[in-house]
């Protein structure tokens, strides 16, 4: 065993620390049940890639590199991607969508994009895995929830941190995911039709 001299918690043990797995760090990776990685693995990667996340917010990081991954999108793919507002389903005025970028054809937004800024083991893992994170399925869904014209959707990835892989994107296609599609607007209907009628009895 050989022990490095420094102070708990100085930047010098911070340092020490990286791309090691230490007794807190463990549990991030051990895996009890199945074959799946946790991201105390891609953790490990992005330290020895020596990638240094910031300390700001991560839905404040994904706007202010919104820009640059959605320009990156485009010199990429060729495709013409543009700003548009908040996007309101036909079914129901309380189910919407904000998108990052549209691309229209035929005078319809038939293709979206949706850009990710996240800390760059997780942006590690999604390339990885080519998997979007459970935690925005629905929001994958939504999409075509919302624009019954949309076919595709580019779920982009960036972070330029990430030098040896910066940007990358998931297509997802609507003939792929159309019964959770189906599944998740009858769904938010009904949410909706409770609340509306919660609302009533509680007007009168």
């Known amino acids: 065993m050989k022990i490095v001299n420094v102070d708990q918690n100085s930047t010098e043990w911070l340092e020490a620390r990286k791309g090691k797995i230490t007794g807190s760090k463990l549990k991030d990776i051990v895996v009890k049940r199945g074959t799946e990685k946790k991201i105390g693995f891609y953790q490990l990667i992005a330290d020895r890639l020596a990638l240094d996340d910031n300390s700001e917010d991560g839905r404040d990081r994904g706007h202010s590199l919104e820009d640059e991954s959605i320009d990156t999108f485009k010199k990429e793919t060729g495709l013409n991607v543009v700003k ?23 005078g319809v937004f038939t293709m979206a994009v949706e850009t990710k800024s996240l800390s760059s083991a997780r942006h ?26 949309l076919q595709t959707l580019y779920f982009c990835f960036y972070d ?27 769904y938010q209907k009904n949410v909706l039709q409770e609340v509306d009628k919660i609302i009533s009895e509680l007007s009168f």
């Open 84 to 106: 548009t507002g908040l996007w309101i389903s036909d079914e129901n005025p309380n189910i919407a969508i904000s998108p990052d970028g549209a691309i229209e054809q035929n």
């Open 124 to 149: 590690l893992q999604a390339y990885i895995e080519k998997e979007i994170p459970d935690e925005f399925e629905l929001q994958k869904i939504q999409y075509f929830i919302v624009n019954e014209n």
């Open 160 to 186: 330029p941190r990430v030098t040896v892989i910066p940007f990358f994107y998931i297509k997802v296609d609507r003939k792929d995911i159309e019964e959770q599609i189906e599944f998740y607007l009858d």
